[in-house]
Each structure stands twice: as C-alpha cells, then as structure tokens.
C-alpha cells in the first residue's frame, strides 16, 4: 500500500467538509472551529503552493462565496478515487462592470476574505467567460477528486 488508506482518505475528507469527527483519530472540538468554507474563483491554477488570492478573479461585484462544513452543504462520494462536490449549485454575484479574464478553476479556502489558506483547488470545465450580467456558477458537477 502507498499512501493514504481509502477509510483515511474518506475520513480526513469528511472532517475537512463536512465537519464529522473520525473516532479516535479526528474531531471537531477546535476553540471556534470554522462552520463555512469558502469557494473562490480563479483566473489560472492557484497551484499547491499557492493561497486564496493566487490568480483570484477580480471582476466587478465578485465576492467568494460561504458553504458550510456539513452534510448539507458537501457531498463526499467513492473510494479511491473519492469526490467533493457541492450539494447544490454555488452562484457569484453578478458581474457588474470590468469582467476582466475567463475562469479556469475554482479554490476552497478557509477566509471570506484576504489571503487565508487555500485548501483545495479544482479545474472549472468550461470555463466561464464572465462578461457584464453574467453570474458565475458552479454546478453540483463541479468536483474535486481525492487519491
């Protein structure tokens, strides 16, 4: 076996997304343990290395968007590979003036706002060309693949 096992993997991702505690391994009994993460959109691959605010958008009336930590809010599906994807559909505000450049990938950090830890990131498929009136969505199709 290299790697994570697939009960780690499922386990870890459940308490990252959906707050649920792994027995005896992981809980979720932090001082202010953080009820949202937030979904942020992002003009190139923010890459491993990089955080929130790595390639962010900046169109005009864009705003990262909050989810919360919990069954209602994530789904985690399969094993090796296991998914992320959110319950329902995740709308930005209308872009409003300045579109500036496409969305390629989305992020999930932990900060409504400013740098903040890049969590995961994912690839936008297609991407959304955000012009004036557009509302930037991603869909529940939208996933991340953990293996």
Same mark, same amino acid.
């Given at each position: 076996m290299a &790697? ?8 870890f991702?459940?308490?990252v997304?959906q707050? !649920? =505690?792994? *027995?005896?391994?992981?809980?979720n009994?932090a +001082?202010?343990?953080?009820?949202? !993460?937030y979904v942020?959109l992002?003009?190139?691959? =923010?890459?491993?290395? &990089? $955080?929130? *605010?790595?390639?962010?958008?900046? #169109?005009?009336? #864009? ?7 919990? *069954?209602? &809010?994530?789904?985690?599906?399969? +094993?090796a590979?296991? *998914? /992320?994807n ?7 505000p209308?872009?409003s003036?300045s579109?500036?450049?496409?969305i390629?990938?989305?992020g /999930?950090?932990t900060?409504?706002s400013?740098v &903040?830890?890049?969590? #995961?990131? $994912?690839?936008? +498929?297609?991407n959304?060309?955000?012009a004036?009136?557009? /509302? =930037? ?6 996933t991340?693949?953990?293996?």
């Amino acid at each position: 076996m290299a &790697g994570k096992s697939d009960a780690l993997e499922a386990g870890f991702l459940k308490m990252v997304f959906q707050a !649920l =505690p792994m *027995t005896n391994i992981m809980d979720n009994t932090a +001082t202010a343990p953080l009820t949202n !993460l937030y979904v942020s959109l992002h003009t190139a691959d =923010p890459t491993d290395a &990089g $955080g929130q *605010t790595t390639n962010e958008t900046a #169109y005009t009336g #864009y705003a990262r968007q909050a989810v919360a930590r919990t *069954t209602g &809010g994530w789904a985690i599906s399969g +094993t090796a590979p296991t *998914t /992320i994807n959110p319950v329902a559909n995740i709308d930005f505000p209308q872009c409003s003036a300045s579109p500036g450049t496409a969305i390629t990938h989305f992020g /999930i950090g932990t900060l409504v706002s400013g740098v &903040g830890v890049l969590l #995961y990131a $994912g690839t936008v +498929t297609p991407n959304i060309a955000v012009a004036i009136g557009v /509302i =930037p969505r991603l869909t529940t199709a939208s996933t991340i693949t953990e293996d």
